[in-house]
């Protein structure tokens, strides 16, 4: 008798672990996995791993204020506001050197408030920080892919070090079939799985750069280099859309590197002479006082998110005779961890100035996304960009 109780009893502590196992694999698989699967490499914290993240919102646009705020208490992230300018405030003689006059409006007060969130990395001496404009979107596993990512970060540097020390590449001998593209970007790059996996500490994107474009809208591709790879690949990545999804609006061609690489693949790498956008960033104490310099100081002849693409392609020094300093080092991602997001109410940059193109509720490249998912919290998680539609 007393066994027989024992025995359903058993039993019934059996099922309920089995239960409770079942429906914590399922909430982790979900929600949960992208925080804890980080916690140990220093990015599961409020700020990401950098040791500040700063918003850029101008005071007027409080709708985005609102957005911005539910999605950083459901993931967790705190961080501080830097105001929006309006650029009637500017006075003529705050502008460097340049044509800032045929710079539209939108574009000069944009310009603005990134400098300050830049001074404000200077003033306060921060080793990191991380630079979010106010109407974007991630996925729900955005540690997870940070995680991915400050491994690549920490790596890329000496990789592209090591290529450069070694150029000019091998020139092909004449005889030689030239190799198809596919197969020139898989020798022009290393999977993720073959880079050091420690965390140095305190830093898990490491120091060794100057800018981490993590919010783009299409990023050019380096030359390829299959003698001394300057590419890591992350494969089976099921963060990533399929390569149809993979345009930065509606009607866009393809992005470049989406037909290079087998699907789900995410590709980490030095920005080329082309970086659109600037949704979210990265930047170094060095890689700050650089950007201030430049662009607060020297020249503004276009918007910020043009004048940094050029300035990591190189292009700054050709034109103004840089001759202080190597090109910044600047790493990016495709496709890119955060994206702008275009709300019911029509969305649309009033400080960026992108608004228009391809307009959707949404945002592209971010299948599970935080964004989407303010509303539909207690729903489930919806994706996106389902790889069949
Ligand atoms: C998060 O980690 C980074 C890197 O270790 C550190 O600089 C920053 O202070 C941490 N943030 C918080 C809120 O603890
Ligand atoms: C800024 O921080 C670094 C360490 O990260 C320190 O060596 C340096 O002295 C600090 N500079 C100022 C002005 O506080
Ligand atoms: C970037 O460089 C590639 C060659 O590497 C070239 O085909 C392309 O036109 C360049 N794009 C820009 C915007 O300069």
């Given at each position: 008798m007393l066994l027989q109780i024992h025995g359903r009893f058993f039993l019934a502590a059996i099922l309920c672990?089995?239960?409770?196992?079942?429906?914590?694999?399922?909430?982790?698989?979900?929600?949960?996995?992208?925080s804890r699967l980080a916690a140990s490499d220093g990015i599961a914290n409020k700020t990401?791993?950098?040791?500040?993240?700063?918003?850029?919102?101008?005071?007027w646009r409080t709708d985005r204020k609102d957005a911005m705020s539910l999605m950083a208490s459901f993931h967790d992230i705190s961080f501080d506001w830097v105001d929006g300018i309006d650029p009637e405030q500017i006075k003529e003689t705050a502008y460097p050197p340049g044509n800032h006059r045929e710079v539209n409006q939108g574009a000069r007060g944009c310009w603005r408030a990134h400098m300050n969130a830049l001074r404000e990395v200077i003033t306060q001496n921060l080793s990191t920080a991380l630079i979010f404009e106010d109407d974007i979107d991630w996925d729900i596993r955005l540690r997870t892919q940070l995680s991915s990512f400050a491994r690549a970060a920490r790596t890329l540097p000496s990789l592209i070090q090591q290529s450069s020390s070694h150029s000019p590449q091998h020139p092909p001998t004449s005889k030689a079939k030239p190799p198809n593209p596919t197969d020139l970007a898989q020798r022009s790059s290393i999977p993720l799985t073959s880079t050091p996996h420690s965390t140095p500490s305190p830093d898990p994107y490491g120091r060794d750069w100057?800018?981490?474009?993590?919010?783009?809208?299409?990023?050019?591709?380096?030359?390829?280099?299959?003698?001394?790879?300057?590419?890591?690949?992350?494969?089976?990545?099921?963060?990533?859309?399929?390569?149809?999804?993979?345009?930065?609006?509606?009607?866009?061609?393809?992005?470049?590197?989406?037909?290079?690489?087998?699907?789900?693949?995410?590709?980490?790498?030095?920005?080329?002479?082309?970086?659109?956008?600037?949704?979210?960033?990265?930047?170094?104490?060095?890689?700050?006082?650089?950007?201030?310099?430049?662009?607060?100081?020297?020249?503004?002849?276009?918007?910020?998110?043009?004048?940094?693409?050029?300035?990591?392609?190189?292009?700054?020094?050709?034109?103004?005779?840089?001759?202080?300093?190597?090109?910044p080092v600047c790493l990016t991602v495709q496709p890119p961890l955060v994206s702008q997001y275009w709300s019911e109410s029509g969305g649309g940059g009033d400080i960026t100035g992108t608004g228009g193109a391809g307009r959707m509720v949404g945002s592209r490249y971010v299948r599970w996304?935080?964004?989407?998912?303010?509303?539909?919290?207690?729903?489930?998680?919806?994706?996106?960009?389902?790889?069949?539609?």
């Open positions: 672990l089995v239960t409770l196992f079942f429906i914590f694999s399922l909430y982790d698989s979900r929600l949960g996995s992208s990401l791993g950098f040791e500040k993240i700063f918003v850029i919102n101008a005071p100057d800018i981490l474009y993590l919010g783009h809208c299409g990023a050019s591709l380096p030359p390829p280099s299959p003698f001394h790879p300057t590419r890591i690949t992350h494969t089976d990545d099921p963060t990533v859309p399929v390569p149809k999804h993979l345009r930065f609006r509606s009607g866009a061609s393809q992005d470049a590197f989406a037909t290079l690489y087998p699907p789900h693949t995410r590709l980490y790498h030095r920005t080329a002479n082309s970086t659109l956008c600037l949704h979210a960033y990265a930047v170094t104490q060095r890689g700050a006082r650089k950007l201030l310099y430049h662009f607060g100081m020297r020249d503004f002849s276009q918007g910020f998110d043009f004048a940094v693409s050029d300035y990591c392609g190189g292009d700054l020094r050709r034109r103004i005779g840089e001759r202080e300093g190597e090109k996304s935080a964004r989407a998912g303010l509303g539909r919290r207690w729903s489930g998680v919806g994706d996106q960009w389902p790889d069949d539609e």
